[in-house]
C-alpha cells in the first residue's frame, strides 16, 4: 500500500482535488435544496435540540470518524494488517461509547432541560457504528487520492439523506427528520466506502500493528478531541446559558460557513494530507502546492463568504424565513471566519503530513484556551459576541499556524496573507457596494437579490482586473482550461503572481 508515484503528484492531486470540488458541489446543490426546505418545515427549537445532541457525540464522533485511521494515510510501509488492525479498534471504541450514552441518557437530559434527550440522544449514538464501518475503507481511497470513489459516495449519502429527511419532516417527525437525514447518509457512506474500496477486515487480533501506529494516533487523537472541545465549547454554553432557541441560530451560522468552506476550500483540504505525507522531503513541491491551493481558494472564497455576508440581512430571511432574521448578526459575524478558512484550513494537514502532529495539536489546545476564556464572557453580552469572540480566536490562530507551518516546512508565513490580497481588497469593495446599494434600491426582494448576486461579481472581477489584468485572464483561462477537463489547469494556477 503505497502513495501515488512523487514525479505525477501535483497532476494526481490536481485531478483529485478535481473530483473532490465536485463532491461537494453535489452535496451542496442537494444539501441547500433540503436544508431550505427543512428550516422552513422545522422550528428554531428543533434545530436547537438537534444541536444538543450533537454536542453530546461530539467527542465519541472524534474517536471513531477519522483520528485512528489518519495514520493509514501518513503511514509510509503500510501493511494490511495495519488496516485491520485500525478498523477492529475504532469499531470497538464504537460500541463503547454507544453503550456509555445508553447508560447517560437520563442525566444527559437533566443537563440540559430537556427529556426529548433520554430517547434522542441514544438513538443519533447508534450511527457511531456506522462510522466507524466507513472509516478505514475511507481512508484508503484517501491514502491512494480515489477522490472519484469518494465523490460517488458522498453525492449518494447525501441524495438519499436528503430524500429521508424530507420524507420524516413532511410527516412531521420535527427533529427526528434531522437524526433521520444523518442516519441515511452515514449507512450510505459506510456501504459505499466498504464497497469501493474492496477491502475487508482480517480476523480480530492485537498485534504490534497497533503499536506501530500508536504514536501518530495518539496525538492525533487528542487534536481532534480538542478540535470537537474546541468546536462544541461555545455551543454547549450557548446551549446552557442562552437557550435553545439561539443555540439554533448559533447552529445555523455554522452550518451555513461550514457548507460554504466544504465547497470553496475543503476539496484542496480534502487532499492536502496525503500531498503532504507524500512530499514531506520535497519542500519544492510542497511549497508548490500550498501557493497553489492558497490561490485558487483566495480567488474564490474571499468574495463568496465576503459577499454572502453583506446579502444576509436580505437573504436569510427570503431564503429561510422571518423567523430566523434575528440570525442575521451571528451569520454575517460567522462568515467572517471564511476570510481566514481560505488559508489556514491547510496548516493543520499539512503539519500532521510533515510528521508534526503534535505542533497541530498545540495549535488546537491555543484555541481551546482562548474560547475558553472568551466565549462565557461574550455570552454574557449576547450571541453576536460570542461570534465575535469566535471570529477573535480564528485570527490569532491563522497566525499562529501560518508561522509553524513555516518553522516545519519552510513556507513563509506571510505568504498566506500576501498571496491573496488582490482578492480581499477586491471582496471587500464588491461587499461594501452591496451594502450600500442594498439600502437604496426599492424592487421586489428576489429580483434585488439576484440583481446584487450578479453586481457583485461584477464588481469584484472589476477591481480584480484593475488591480492584476494579466493574473485575472491567466485564472480566467486556467478556470475554462479545468472546465474542459485540461491537465493545464494546475501548471496555469501554479504560476507566481
Not at 452515514?186 to 487480533?205: Q, S, T
Request: with cysteine.
Amino acid at each position: 500500500m503505497s502513495h501515488p508515484a512523487q514525479p505525477g503528484l501535483l497532476a494526481h492531486a490536481g485531478r483529485a482535488a478535481g473530483w473532490a470540488a465536485l463532491a461537494k458541489w453535489l452535496n451542496l446543490l442537494i444539501g441547500a435544496g433540503s436544508f431550505l426546505v427543512m428550516v422552513r418545515l422545522l422550528s428554531p427549537d428543533s434545530f436547537g435540540l438537534y444541536g444538543m445532541a450533537v454536542i453530546v457525540l461530539a467527542l465519541p464522533e472524534v474517536v471513531v470518524g477519522g483520528p485512528l485511521s489518519e495514520s493509514l494515510i501518513q503511514r509510509r510501509d503500510l501493511r494490511p494488517a495495519h488496516a485491520s488492525a485500525t478498523f477492529w479498534l475504532e469499531l470497538t471504541c464504537a460500541l463503547v461509547h454507544f453503550a456509555a450514552i445508553v447508560a447517560l441518557a437520563p442525566w444527559i437530559a437533566a443537563l440540559f432541560g430537556r427529556d426529548e434527550l433520554k430517547t434522542l440522544a441514544p438513538v443519533y449514538a447508534a450511527t457511531l457504528i456506522l462510522l466507524a464501518l466507513g472509516s478505514t475503507p475511507a481512508s484508503l481511497l484517501q491514502r491512494n487520492l480515489r477522490f472519484k470513489a469518494i465523490a460517488a459516495v458522498d453525492a449518494s449519502g447525501a441524495a438519499i439523506a436528503a430524500f429521508v429527511g424530507l420524507g420524516l419532516a413532511l410527516a412531521d417527525f420535527g427533529v427526528w427528520a434531522l437524526v433521520g437525514m444523518e442516519s441515511a447518509r452515514r449507512a450510505v457512506r459506510a456501504a459505499g466506502f466498504i464497497a469501493l474500496a474492496g477491502w475487508l477486515p482480517a480476523r480480530p487480533r492485537v498485534g504490534p500493528e497497533l503499536r506501530e501506529l500508536a504514536r501518530f494516533n495518539l496525538t492525533t487523537l487528542a487534536t481532534r478531541l480538542l478540535v470537537q472541545v474546541d468546536a462544541a465549547a461555545p455551543r454547549f454554553i450557548v446551549g446552557v446559558l442562552l437557550g435553545a432557541q439561539a443555540l439554533g441560530y448559533l447552529n445555523l451560522a455554522n452550518r451555513i460557513l461550514q457548507q460554504g468552506a466544504a465547497v470553496l476550500i475543503a476539496p484542496f483540504n480534502a487532499v492536502a494530507l496525503s500531498v503532504a505525507s507524500a512530499a514531506r522531503d520535497d519542500r519544492t513541491t510542497m511549497h508548490a502546492t500550498l501557493g497553489a491551493a492558497s490561490r485558487i481558494t483566495a480567488f474564490v472564497a474571499y468574495p463568496a463568504f465576503l459577499g454572502a455576508a453583506a446579502l444576509a440581512p436580505l437573504a436569510v430571511p427570503l431564503l429561510l424565513g422571518e423567523h430566523w432574521r434575528a440570525a442575521v448578526a451571528c451569520i454575517q459575524i460567522m462568515l467572517l471566519l471564511g476570510i481566514r478558512a481560505a488559508t489556514a484550513s491547510f496548516n493543520g494537514a499539512v503539519l500532521s503530513g510533515s510528521g508534526r502532529p503534535d505542533l497541530q495539536l498545540a495549535l488546537v489546545a491555543l484555541g481551546l484556551v482562548s474560547v475558553a476564556v472568551l466565549t462565557p464572557l461574550a455570552a454574557t453580552w449576547s450571541l453576536s459576541a460570542v461570534a465575535g469572540a469566535l471570529l477573535l480566536r480564528g485570527l490569532v490562530t491563522w497566525w499562529v499556524g501560518a508561522w509553524l507551518v513555516q518553522r516545519v516546512t519552510g513556507y513563509p508565513a506571510h505568504r498566506q496573507i500576501t498571496l491573496g490580497w488582490r482578492d480581499l481588497v477586491a471582496a471587500g469593495v464588491m461587499a461594501m457596494t452591496l451594502f450600500g446599494v442594498q439600502s437604496l434600491v426599492v424592487v421586489p426582494p428576489w429580483a434585488l437579490l439576484a440583481g446584487l448576486t450578479t453586481l457583485g461579481a461584477a464588481v469584484h472581477l472589476g477591481v480584480l482586473f484593475l488591480l492584476s489584468p494579466a493574473r485575472t485572464r491567466r485564472l480566467a483561462a486556467a478556470g475554462a482550461a479545468g472546465l474542459r477537463g485540461d491537465r493545464r489547469l494546475l501548471g496555469e494556477l501554479l504560476r507566481a503572481d
